[in-house]
Nanobody
Framework: QVQLVESGGGLVQAGGSLRLSCTAS????????MGWFRQAPGKEREFVAD????????YYADSVKGRFTISRNNAKNILYLQMNSLKPEDTAVYYC????????????????WGQGTQVTVSS
């Protein structure tokens, strides 16, 4: 089992940037697809981005494409999400998660989850 801890959230003005980190422990996450999801108040949790275990393939939700970049450092067991040009609608709790498969981008296919980190974008 992989334990995940997100960090890097905070309050930022619209147009600003944040970089989220997800640190893994317990087992190396180098064999897993890693993903970011988010849940805004009163809404369902939704997919944001994921990256295959090598880091060669990435996939983004249309709402963040061109603004967010997912990356990973397998040697350090850290997943990142660089978020630029932030919008108020990006306000949410952001979660990282692991999956044993690539290509589904579905929450149901992600197993271990972190506790989340709050991102608030003011207008």
């Amino acid at each position: 089992q992989v334990q995940l801890v997100e960090s890097g959230g905070g309050l930022v003005q619209a147009g600003g940037s944040l970089r989220l980190s997800c640190t893994a422990s317990g087992r190396t996450f180098s064999g897993y697809t890693m993903g970011w999801f988010r849940q805004a108040p009163g809404k369902e949790r939704e997919f944001v981005a994921d990256i295959d275990w090598i880091g060669g393939r990435t996939y983004y939700a249309d709402s963040v494409k061109g603004r967010f970049t997912i990356s990973r450092n397998n040697a350090k067991n850290i997943l990142y999400l660089q978020m630029n040009s932030l919008k108020p609608e990006d306000t949410a709790v952001y979660y990282c998660a692991t999956s044993r498969i690539w290509g589904s981008h579905l929450q149901a296919d992600f197993g271990s989850w972190g506790q989340g980190t709050q991102v608030t974008v003011s207008s």
